[in-house]
Every structure is written in structure tokens, then in C-alpha cells.
């Protein structure tokens, strides 16, 4: 074995010293193994089994050098991959925890691709479920969806051992069935023991969110939810409608949801046969001054489609109090299909994890542009503030038509009611936001996140709702609530198979699939339809009331406390060009009640509408009304309680760095990124906190002793030590914050990039003003 270590000639000192160093180093590595031998993976749940293991495996952390890689065991789960080690961990100061799982665990769901590697061979294979592997693998390479890679190597593995732990894993990770999925498993566990069920599951959140309110999440499931958020809104023309019960009309519609008075339950049960999955049109929003907000299939019954279509809209104009016109959006044909946005998530991902740097580096931003994710982002940005616009100003009805009404329209629902809704600002108003226009409303998250590894299903519509809420949260950080590691924590939780919230494709199916699975493990569901799963909203299943509080955006302004700056509201000065050169054009005049976009809308990813010469007289004033709206609206003061609309100019479109960056170390900026100024922002609020306080207590002349609850209460995960606080930023602040532990890191090489010689003072960087002096 020490013939690789040495060449073949006489031993030196030097040498000799070498040797015992290396002698020492591999009794300490069997040392730390005998720890890990004897630890066990930190196993939360009866439920969750140890399938299969490895010892002596190297955790990769670097490409080019071994000096920080981790020696441990692999473990594999039927909920996650674990690595378990006992080895030193140089440079970390691990600060986040996830109470489900370990700084070196991977949910199954959360792998997109298994890797196995032979050096001497020079094979590798992509691992599939049932596949056999023909070579005893060296390495394992496992890509994860959230941009992660993570690297094992067998050089001191028992080569059958190794290939075992690798069909495990793949076998595990790609499940045939959705009843294979951990969460059946886990939640049989809780109905087998009720008093474990009592206290794990609670699936509105229970106020855990960490919401100053106590407030819960509403999930839709019950006539009242609805009808406390029509009674919200102010909708009152609009009827919650329980036609659906049971799932008797349509099995990829919630059992309740909101329909206009004027219809009645029979014409319901009639139009539904008309429409594409007998999804009938769902009232998501209704507007202070009248307008609603619709989600509507396509018809499939050409012969009918107008005559119902009529109908339908006419009803919606019954229920505005001016009676005012329905306005259409037809989103398959100006927004980006499922399709283009998977592919443009792709190629995102090669980019950000999969390219060498010497190859992207001095390309890189135009690499970006050509991924189309940004453009896309634009668009859905673009199109859903046009939509404000019509509800807004012109008060007008709108609704959103797609094919089946489950996917596009999610997203641009979405989105319009968090620029004109501030509740869906809040941390309980937007997770009830998702319940509504995503959980309920059938968004198929087991296809589209590829829980079951059916890529042709696959589309992160999800993940780029989020981005397009973090550019809100980034262009008016004081309108929201919550904070973006809150929206990457949500991403991430969409990755782990214990939710319910994030595994079914429709209410329905969860109902079918959970009672399938109640009767063949003889659990007695009573009156409860279907298996009660967690739900991801009770926040405390994953992180202590510490880690909790980094959701909580310290600058959010509550509606309670006025922006004031001097004694005077604070005013935001922009340009009049922010928003005139990318919204142009407004519909024609409206015709029977109905507008159509297909006039006149420019092809979909055009950033400037472009009107055909036969409607320019006839849209002149209509345009210019558009764009005086959104040149006033830039114009005045931010309303952070009112509307919010976004910036889509070239520069202001970003790219999210702490969701894509966060596993490339090489990105990182120590002592740096936004998490600096979240830090002085959150020793600030929390001093702004700590006077008032002091305050009350001066003038209710209270005592100390009586307040102390309040005083120990902070939402600021960092606190102030006292006023006027100067103490520096933690050590362990960097731009991926709060990710991106040591050990999860993948280090690639820069050697021979521009970077590297950058950094090596090579003079291809100097100044040109330094060349000529050396000239």
C-alpha cells in the first residue's frame, strides 16, 4: 500500500518523517472510526429506516486538493441520504440547524441524478431505480435539485459495500409509487400512535410560523375559510360553492371554492362538462373598488364555447357593482410555456453548478441572458402588473385562461394579488396565498417538482414564483414581511417528502391515495377524509423558535407604524422612464362585456408592445392611459400598504444569489453579500424595539420585575446587546447566509481562469496607467 505514497528509491530524513506522519495520520482515522462505527444517524422517527450503510467513506470537498475533505460513514435512509463523521471541520461555525435534517443530509426527493464513477475502469453510469451496477464504484457524485453537489469517494470502502450503499440510494430515491414516499410512512407511524399524533401534527401551523398575531395559516379546506376571505375582500356578489363536495363534478377542483351569486349550483353542474378537467371558473381576488380576480379553463366544446363563455362572463359582470366588463388573459399564448420555463431552468443550472469556470467565466453574463430565466422573470412581471393596471385604474373584471387553469395561472394569481394585496405581504397572508392559488386550486407539485423522477412532467413554475416575489422583496424591502432565506427555506421544504402541502398534484388525490393507504395498514381514518399530513406551515417541525425568526424582514413597516422620516412621510423619488419604455399598449375598446388580447398583443417575450398600424388610432388613448398610470404611480411616494409594481429595466431584473450561489464556495463573499446590512438592520430594529419598551414601561411606571417577559422578547434573530450597540459583525457572516456549512460545499479549481490570475497579481489586470509607468 506505501508504494503509492513513496517512489522507488532510498529513503531520506525528509521521507522517513513523512512516513511516520502518515502512520500517525491512519491511526487517528481508525480512531474517529470506531466513533462513527459506534454512532448512530440522527433518526428522528421510528418510521425512518436505516437501509443500507458504508464506513471509510471521504465526503469530497475540494476538486483540486484533499486537505478539507471529511472521512465518516454514508448512510442511507428511506427519507434521506446521511454522512456521518466525527473528523474536525477547519473554517466552520455551523449557526443553522433543521431539526429533520443534518448538516450532511440530502431528503431523496431533493436528488435529481445519481453518479457512480470507476477511476481505474474509466466508467461511470447514471444510476437508475432496479439497475444493476456491472463495476465497484471509487466515487459517487449525487446532483441535487437545489443546485447542490455532493461527492463520496471508496478508495478505503469495501468495494461491495460501496456498491450496495449506491443501489440503495438510487433505488430509494426514485420511487415507483407515491405511497412509497417517507410521508406515508411517517404519518402511519403517527395514527398508530395517537398521543404522537396530537403533538406532531398540527396542519394550519399552529401560529409557529413565528407571526407576532398568533395568527394561523387558512388552508381552504372548509366552507369558512373561504367565506372569511370573500367576507375579506369585500365580495359580496360572490357565493362560496360546494357543488364540488366529495369531489362529485371535478377531481382536480377543491371540494369548496367561490363562484358569482347569479350562478346557480344546476348551471354549474351543467358548464362543467364543457370545460377542459371540468374546472370551472374560480374566483381567486376581489378588488376594493369591485374588480375580480378569475382563474378559468379553456372550453373544449367548440360548439358551446361562445355561448357559455358569454355566460360565465356575463355572471362576473353581474357581480361588480358597476357592472363593469370582464377583461380576458389568455396566457398560453404571452406567457412562457412549462416547457421553455424547464429549459431555461436547466441550462440556469449548468450554469451556476455544472460549468468549469475557465470555460463561463469571462462569458458568463451573456451565458445568463441566453438561459432565458431572467427574460422569462420579466415577463411574468411585466404581463401581471398590466393586469393591476386593468383592475386598478380601468376597474375592470379579469380572467386568467389557460388550457387546463392549474398552472401559468397560478403564478400570474399570484402575483397580482401580492402587488395589489398587502396582506399577502404578511408571512400568515402569504402562505395562505399558496394554500389557495396552489394547494387547493390543483397545482401539480408531485409532476412538476418530479418527486417520482418523471422528468417529462418537470417544471419549477413554483420556484419561479418565488424569484419573481424576491424582485419585489428586493425593489420595496420595507412591503414585506418576511424575509428571501424565508422564500429559500419554503423552496427548499418543497424537497421533502414529509409534507403534505407539496406532494399531490390535487386535494383529491391526496384524499385517494391516503385512504388507499389507510385501509392496507388497517388505520381507522373515522371522519376524516384521508390521511392528515404535516403541513410545512408548522414551521417548528423543522427549526426552534430562534432559527424561526430569521423569516422576519427588519425592515418591514406593519401597517400600525407610519414610514416617517423628519416628522414627514418618507417620499421615494424615481424616474419617469423606470416604467414608460416597458409597458405599452391597452386593450381596444371593450366589446359585450369581453376583451381579447389576441388583437393586439405583441408575440411573448417582447419587452416593448408593439401595436399593428390597423389599431394605433383606434388604442392611442387607451395607451396613453397605461402609460400616465404607471408614469404617476412612479411618480408619488411607495405606499407599502397599497399597490406595489415592479421595476423591469435591464439592471434591475437580478439574478437570486443566495437560492442559486449559496453551495459554490467560490461566490461567497466573507464578511459580505446582503446578510451585512441584514445584520446592522436587525440590531437597529431591535434597538428601535428595546426604546420602545422602555418607553411603555416609563409611562405605565410599571416595574422591571413586571415586564421582564417583554423585555427578553425580540423578532430579530440578531439582538442588540444594549442600546447603541457597536459590536462587529459575527465571524461566520458571508453572502450564502444561513447556508452553505463547510461541509456541504464542493469546491471547484480555479486554476488558469482570469480569476486566478488575478489573484496571482499577473499583469494582464493592472491598471493601464500602471503598464504605461512601467513602460
Known sequence: MLCCYFPKFVLSLEDLLLFILLIIHIQKRNESYVSIKNSKPAIKKKSEIVVNEVNFVRKCIATDTSQYDLWGKLVCTNFKISFITDDPMPLQKFHYKNLLLGEHDVPLTCIEQIVTVNDTKRKQK????????????????????????????????????AKKVCLAIAHYSQPTDLQLLFAFEYVGEMYHNPAKKVNTIDPRGGGSSSNASGQQTPLFETYSDWDREIKRTGASEWRVCSVNEGYMISTCLPEYFVVPSSLADQDLKLYSYSFIGRRMPLWSWNHPNGSALVRMANIKDVLQQRRIDQRICNAITRSHPQRSDVYKSDLDKYLPSIQEIQAAHIKLKQLCVNEPFEETEEKWLSSLENTHWLEYIRSFLKHSAELVYMMECKHVSVVLQEEEGRDLSCLS?????????????????????????????????????????RSDKESPLFLMFLDCVWQLLEQYPAAFEFSEMYLTILYDSARISLFGTFLFNCPHQRVKESTEFAISKNIQLGDEKGLRFPCVWDWSLQFTSRDRLLFHNPLYIGKSAPCVQNGAVKSFKRSKKNYSSTLRGVPPALKNGIISEQEFFPRRNSLILKLKPDFLQQTESQSNSMEQYFRDWF?????????????????QIKLWKLCYFRWVPEAQINHGGFITAFHKVSLLADEVDMLNRNLRQYKSNSSLQGNCSELDHSRMYFRANGLNDTSGAPDFLSSSFPFSPIGNLCRRSILGTPLSKFLSGAKIWLSTETLANED
Open 126 to 161: 447514471v444510476l437508475g431505480p432496479n439497475q444493476k451496477l456491472k463495476f465497484n464504484p471509487t466515487e459517487l457524485i449525487i446532483y441535487c435539485k437545489d443546485f447542490r453537489i455532493v461527492r463520496f469517494r471508496f478508495d478505503e470502502a469495501g468495494p461491495e459495500s
Open 413 to 453: 394569481a399570484s402575483l397580482i394579488q401580492v402587488m395589489l394585496d398587502p396582506y399577502f405581504r404578511t408571512i400568515v397572508g402569504f402562505q395562505s396565498l399558496i394554500q389557495k392559488e396552489w394547494v387547493m386550486a390543483g397545482y401539480q407539485f408531485l409532476d412538476r417538482c418530479n418527486h417520482l423522477k
Open 635 to 651: 411618480a408619488k411616494p411607495v405606499d407599502l400598504h397599497g399597490v406595489i409594481l415592479p421595476h423591469l429595466s435591464g439592471t
